[in-house]
């Protein structure tokens, strides 16, 4: 099955640095990579997601990058501020071999400390 | 719109015990998906419903944990005796048919003591 990994596991930055993390993932077939960041007592919510078919893809100070070849994949937040402080969750979706929606595979989190 | 609601936001049992963990999806939604997130490791896949049917349930760890979707609505997670290690932050995450982004409840916390 799917196996993501993301790095760092803790990240801290001053006020108006930018912050990357990076994961990995390991199968080919996977054509859907989102990423969720979670605040203290709230569920994931998706902030920006990149399909197999684009290589870049930006909203804001948000930008995510996807390598296919090396299956890799990268969350920027540029010109952080205090309120980006929160877990950052990437994730893979396998192929869909199903009409009806598919299941996520995670990586281990980011925590990001945006210090003022 | 509401969110995904889900209740209790926190549990604390004691191991043997059973615990009935709900989901309320975002109305419309037929995809239904459970997960898990345990000691701050990465949040894992348990199972996904499509209206009321099981679509893949590969996820579940064993046949303590029972999950049912009552006609195609709300869903119910339960585990029957709960063990030290299914502690965690369960979450329930609800799409449309043919969409793609699913969107997550706040989570239930789970402590087994």
């Known amino acids: 099955g799917e196996n993501v990994e993301q790095h760092p596991s803790t990240l801290s930055v001053q006020e108006g640095d930018s912050a990357v993390i990076k994961c990995t993932y390991s199968?080919?077939?996977?054509?859907?990579f989102p990423w969720y960041k979670q605040e203290l007592g709230k569920g994931p919510q998706l902030i920006i997601d990149?399909?197999?078919?684009?290589g870049e893809k930006k909203d804001q100070r948000i930008a995510v990058t996807l390598n296919k070849t090396a299956k890799h994949f990268s969350l920027h937040i540029t010109e952080t501020q205090p309120e980006d402080s929160a877990v950052y969750f990437c994730?893979?979706?396998?192929?869909?071999?199903?009409?009806?929606?598919?299941?996520?595979?995670f990586g281990g989190g980011t925590r990001v400390l945006v210090k003022p | 719109e509401a969110g995904v609601t889900q209740f209790p936001s926190h549990s604390v049992i004691e191991k043997g015990q059973t615990v009935t963990l709900r989901c309320d999806p975002i109305?419309?939604?037929?995809?239904l998906y459970w997960y898990r997130r345990v000691m701050g490791k990465e949040i894992k896949f348990l199972l996904h419903?499509?209206?009321?049917?099981?679509?893949?349930e590969s996820g579940m760890p064993n046949n303590r944990f029972l999950a049912e979707r009552t006609g195609g609505t709300y869903s119910t997670l339960k585990v029957q005796p709960a063990e030290l290690e299914d502690s965690g932050v369960y979450f329930c995450?609800?799409?449309?048919?043919?969409?793609?982004?699913?969107?997550f409840g706040q989570g239930t916390r789970l402590t087994v003591v």
């Open positions: 109305s419309g939604h037929d995809n």
């Open positions: 199968d080919s077939a996977s054509n859907y």
């Open positions: 419903f499509v209206k009321e049917s099981k679509q893949d």
């Open positions: 990149i399909r197999s078919n684009v």
């Open positions: 994730a893979a979706e396998p192929s869909r071999v199903k009409a009806a929606g598919n299941k996520l595979t």
């Open positions: 995450a609800s799409s449309k048919t043919g969409y793609t982004e699913a969107f």
